[in-house]
Structures are given as C-alpha cells and as structure tokens.
C-alpha cells in the first residue's frame, strides 16, 4: 500500500511538470508581423493636424468618413490580426465603426466589407488606437485594401490625425448629408490618415502545421512514456514481491 501511494504520487507529478511544459511549448505567441502603414519612428503620427471624421448632425449639416489605402506587401497571403489608428475625440457620441474593404471600383472604398471593428471611448488626447480583428480575414499577397472609418452617430466629431512619414495620396473620403451617404472621392494631394496594418502569414498547404508544436508533443510523449516506464516497472516489483 506504502509503494502505491508514492507510485500514485509520482503520477501526479510528473502529469503536472508535463502538462506545465506543453502549456508553456503551446501558450507563447509572437506579435503579428507589420504589414503596411506610415507611422513614423516610435509610432508617431500628427498629433494636430488630419481628418474630420463627422456625422452629417455636426458642424454644417455635413458628415464625412474616411479611407485609406494599402498594399499587402508580402510574398505570401496574410491573416489579419488588427489595425492602429492616431485618433482624437472631440464631442458627440463616442463612437467610431473601423472596416476592413476590397478595393472597389476605379481604387476607391466600396468593395466587399470584410470586418467592421466598433472602437468605443475614444481619448480626447491623440492616442494611437487599436482596432483588433475577431474574423482574422486573409488578405492576398500583392492586392490592395481599405481601411474605412465611419462616424458612430449623426453628431459624433472625431479627428482621424495625419501621419509625419510624408506619405500622401492614398486617401479617400465620403460626404454625407442628413439626405443620405455621398459617394466616395479620392484626395490625390491629401496627406494620408496615420495607421498601420498587422498580421500574421499565412502558411503554404506544405507547411501548414496540424495540432501543437512538434517539440511539444514529443516532450508530451516523452513525459508519457517516463511516466509509463515507472508505472511499468513497479507494477512488476510489486507483483513479484506479492508473490513472493
């Protein structure tokens, strides 16, 4: 009975310190990689300088949202993991509605929306803001998207601050009245919204890896195994001790 119990014991052990090493092996994640975007060094952008992200209830009855664009450059597709924005609440409802769009007609917005983020309490103090993705779209290596950010209500005032990186003409936007939503017009002499893109790339068929890590799962089958061998290896001591 002594020996069983210590057996047992040394069961739960070793079940803990394995379970902790695959738990360790499959739980750390890097960052998703940088995609597109043009802040500048140490993620600066304008912190007062950009675009008037309104609804049609502000300032002269007229509303406008914004776009801009970019290229996955990227020899293999992407996972889309989540987007930042420089931003700056002024007054109204604090709200603002982040899509992610195929490129419609002519290089403008107006594709295919792929993912709306909401982004809700925004700060009045220009703040770099993250719109994570809960769809993870794959974005195709070498095509172009929008991001598209619309005002959450008819008197939300919001700025979408410029970037610092020089990059221009790569912008677009949409007036909208209290009548109903404009069409969209790209700013060619416009100097581009700040915002970067991350994901993470999408591996080929080939690669493409099934389940936990390899290393994990042969320290997981190792663990099994030691554990097995000891379980083994008593369990014919003891039954040659009974029988003796």
């Keep these: 009975m002594r020996n069983l119990t210590k057996h047992l014991s040394r ?8 379970g902790l090493v695959v ?7 890097a960052r998703a990689d940088f995609v597109a975007g043009n802040l500048s060094s140490n993620d600066g952008f304008s912190s007062n300088s950009g675009f008037n ?33 420089g931003l700056v609440y002024r007054n109204g409802t604090n709200k603002v509605d982040v899509s992610l ?17 909401p982004l809700l309490d925004l700060s009045a103090i220009p703040s770099l803001v993250t ?8 974005l195709a290596a070498g095509t172009s998207y929008w991001l598209v950010a619309v005002y959450g209500a008819g008197d939300t005032s919001v700025g979408w601050l410029g970037n610092t990186s020089g990059r221009v003409g790569n912008s677009a936007y949409r007036p909208d009245t209290s009548s109903g939503i404009g069409s969209w ?31 994990v799962v042969l320290v997981g089958i190792g663990c099994l195994g030691l554990a097995g061998g000891r379980y083994f290896s008593r369990g014919r001591r003891s039954k040659s001790s009974i029988g003796s």
Excluded: K, W
């Design 131 to 138: 719109a994570a993705s809960t769809v993870h779209s794959v």
């Design 11 to 18: 069961l739960r052990i070793i079940g803990l310190l394995c």
């Design 101 to 117: 769009m195929t490129d419609g007609v002519g290089g403008l917005p107006g594709g295919t929306t792929l993912e709306t983020i």
């Design 53 to 85: 992200l309104t609804g049609p209830q502000t300032f002269t009855e007229q509303g406008y949202a914004i776009g801009v664009r970019f290229t996955v450059a990227s020899p293999t597709s992407i996972s889309f993991d989540s987007a930042e924005l």
């Design 23 to 29: 738990a360790i092996g499959s739980g750390s994640q």
């Design 185 to 215: 017009v790209g700013g060619p002499n416009f100097t581009d919204p700040s915002f970067a893109v991350f994901g993470d790339a999408v591996p080929s068929v080939e690669t493409a890896a099934v389940g936990a890590p390899p290393s």
